[in-house]
């Protein structure tokens, strides 16, 4: 509708010709009402990522039949920018540890998604060959039952330490001689072999857990591996 004084307001949507006549002389113009937003979600809802890493939110726009809007304007904010801050794109960047709340809004109407910023795993722990049988008495017994590699994944030095509770099963970081317990350091970028082995005299079979723990230099950051080892001993 249109008022007497030219203001036009959208009723519904659709297209109208307004046209203005003054002392005989008419002149018109087009005006196209679009439908409002009704509704907004965000795609993901909500996200768990590492620091110095970015995730793209993706919303999508809805008028009150459900139908998907586009080319409206959206804009983004972020309850803490020191977090995770949120470009005009959508485009989240994650820079410190902490959880931040992302808005998305257009028109009036607004969505909400939450994401959590992690620091990046200390070391990334690898066993190779963990599970396998014996022959009690077998003189070709291997004694390696396996090798676990511990690597750091971070820009400093960290320490690890080893530990296994069974008694036929003892671990070596070389040099060195099979204990229950081993420790060391790891500088950036590099990594430890912590060898598993198993004593092929015992006719008992071992079903047991290796723990790795790494630890940074500050001990403000502890990270836990649990590794499993099955080593079932055949007496012939």
């Known amino acids: 509708v249109v008022a007497s004084d030219g203001l036009v307001s959208g009723v519904a949507p659709g297209t109208v010709q307004i046209t203005a006549t003054a002392g005989g ?11 409002a937003v ?46 995770a801050p949120v470009s005009s794109t959508g485009l989240v960047s994650a820079i410190a540890p902490g959880t931040a709340v992302i808005t998305v ?23 190779t060959s963990m599970n396998q049988t014996h022959t009690f008495g077998s003189s070709s017994c291997p004694q390696a039952v396996g090798t676990i590699v511990v690597t750091n994944n971070s820009g400093a030095v960290v320490n690890f330490t080893g530990s296994v509770p069974h008694a ?28 598993v082995t198993f004593n092929c005299a015992s006719s008992q079979s071992a079903v047991t857990t290796v723990t790795v723990v790494v630890r940074n230099l500050a001990n403000t ?12 001993v055949v007496i012939p």
């Open 105 to 127: 809004a257009s028109e009036g109407r607004t969505a909400t998604m939450s994401i959590t910023v992690v620091s990046p795993p200390l070391a990334s722990v690898t066993p």
């Open 168 to 195: 036929s099963i003892r671990l070596t970081l070389a040099p060195g001689s099979p204990s229950a317990s081993v420790a060391g350091s790891i500088n950036p970028g590099a990594n430890a072999q912590l060898a």
């Open 38 to 83: 009704a509704s907004i979600s965000v795609n993901p809802s909500s996200a768990s990522v590492f620091t110095g890493q970015t995730t793209q939110l993706v919303p999508t726009l809805r008028d009150a039949n459900n139908n998907v809007l586009t080319g409206r304007l959206v804009t983004y904010s972020s309850s803490s920018s020191g977090v």
């Open 25 to 35: 002389v008419s002149q018109s113009t087009s005006v196209t009402v679009l439908p």
């Open 221 to 232: 950051v502890v990270e836990t591996y649990n590794i499993a080892v099955s080593v079932p």
